[in-house]
């Protein structure tokens, strides 16, 4: 249909009378320089506002042709506000005749879930307490003070300083666990008061950039674990993952790293490394070249805060070797407990499922207890997690059921389990990637 196309795709305004698109024309415009999407039936041209986008262009971008409903609401605490930006985008509708959803779709299961969503809302599940999220940023701030204590009292033997970096990398990880609720806006109602905490959090307690983190992170649960649109399987390289990758670069002849033997060598360079070296290069290589000043101010703050706590015990060089084993253990830890939902898990090309069949797919959860809700900062709920990113993570165990049971009514796998065996089936995944590469290295 696409009457009066071009003429709408150049202005972007919504004349007196709505334009109609089918689907196959919408899914043309996915390019680089040619981006549409749908959101609830209307129908937007992205093309000039995606670089303006708060979350970083990609992640509206990995949209561009698709009916982006499910993706908007996930991320949008206020749908309301947000359309007053996207209304000047609006370029007509969907034809009365074509599927609100793309792709033969099971339109059933895709209404089925945004029921559940409202289920969830009318719970108040997507309410957070605020009690919970205090008492959590004080014990990472009464780790931070044990640690000062400890050297203050103790002195800078090996073994206070062992215990120190341990204190020290706790603190870390779970400020880590804290800057990713403020940074899903699933803390405060007001976006703007997620975004303050998240910089506080993110920067002055860690030292990092939170558009930074906000531009990698959203690409990720918009389409987790798809090639050239989710950064967490761009493994530069390094590993092969899934199934057809490793194929793929076995045919090609591909051999940058032993891929066979990735499952030995993944202790040596993806957990030590990934945060003392990787995300350091990357964070401050990004606040300067992106000119994110705000963020390298917050950051600052907090390499000013531990070195005027730290070098009066340790010195300069001795306060940079404490940071960087801090980060080597924090590391450590980070890894674990982010790949083991998704690294077993499907690891393929955009198969343009619906937003409850895409996040199952990639994630797993782990198994519920008091240590391990703690230890993974309830990423152990990483399916209903990636469902609702919104959501108060307090809140994940409530609305579990209601998930599994939906699962179940459409025999989508639903998979849970110990937080021993997610962490070995990272290693099995890997070996089972690397061996299908030699393989296809071998005798395709």
């Known amino acids: 249909m696409g009457k009066g196309g071009e003429k709408g795709e150049e202005s972007g305004e919504r004349d007196a009378q709505p334009r109609f698109y089918t689907w196959e024309e919408i899914q043309k415009h996915n390019l680089r320089t040619d981006k549409w999407l749908v959101i609830e039936r209307k129908v937007y041209n992205i093309t000039k506002w995606a670089n303006r986008h708060p979350g970083g262009h990609r992640v509206i971008s990995h949209c561009a042709g698709e009916d982006a409903t499910d993706a908007f609401h996930a991320f949008h605490i206020n749908p309301t506000l947000v359309r007053k930006f996207l209304k000047p985008l609006l370029i007509g509708e969907l034809a009365p005749g074509e599927p609100s959803q793309d792709r033969d779709k099971n339109s059933q299961l895709v209404e089925d879930f945004r029921t559940l969503k409202k289920t969830a809302e009318d719970m108040n599940l997507f309410r957070a307490s605020p009690w919970f999220f205090s008492l959590y940023l004080a014990h990472i701030i009464a780790m931070e003070a044990l640690a000062w204590l400890m050297v203050s009292y103790f002195g800078t033997g090996w073994i206070t300083t062992l215990i120190l970096a341990c204190i020290l990398a706790t603190s870390q990880t779970q400020a880590g666990w804290l800057q990713h609720d403020f940074g899903h806006l699933s803390v405060f109602k007001k976006s703007v008061w997620n975004h303050i905490a998240h910089k506080f ?112 015990f340790y010195g300069v060089l001795g306060s940079l070797l404490l940071l960087t084993f801090v980060r080597f253990l924090e590391s450590h830890w980070f890894v674990w407990v982010t790949q083991m939902n998704h690294i077993p898990m499907e690891i393929d090309s955009e198969k343009h499922r619906d937003w409850l069949s895409s996040q199952l797919a990639a994630t797993c959860n782990i198994e519920q207890s ?23 993570r307090h809140n994940f165990w409530k609305v579990k059921p209601l998930v599994k049971s939906l699962c179940a009514k459409y025999g989508i796998q639903y998979e849970e389990k110990s937080l021993g065996k997610a962490c070995v089936d990272i290693i099995g995944s890997l070996k089972k990637s690397g061996d299908l590469w030699l393989d296809a290295y071998l005798h395709k």
């Open 370 to 392: 008091f240590f391990n809700d703690w230890f993974t900062g309830h990423l152990n709920f990483q399916i209903e997690h990636h469902l609702f990113p919104t959501m108060p």
């Open 201 to 312: 959090v993110i920067g002055h307690l860690k030292g990092a950039s939170a558009n930074w983190w906000n531009h990698r992170h959203f690409q990720h649960h918009a389409k987790p674990n798809i090639f050239k649109k989710d950064p967490d399987v761009n493994m530069l390289h390094i590993f092969v993952l899934g199934d057809s990758q490793p194929v793929e670069y076995g045919k090609k002849k591909l051999k940058y790293l032993p891929y066979n033997h990735q499952h030995e060598y993944f202790f040596l360079i993806f957990p030590p490394l990934l945060i003392p070296v990787y995300f350091q290069i990357q964070i401050i290589s990004t606040m300067i070249r992106r000119r994110f000043w705000a963020d390298l101010v917050w950051a600052t703050s907090y390499y000013t805060r531990y070195f005027i706590t730290y070098i009066p």
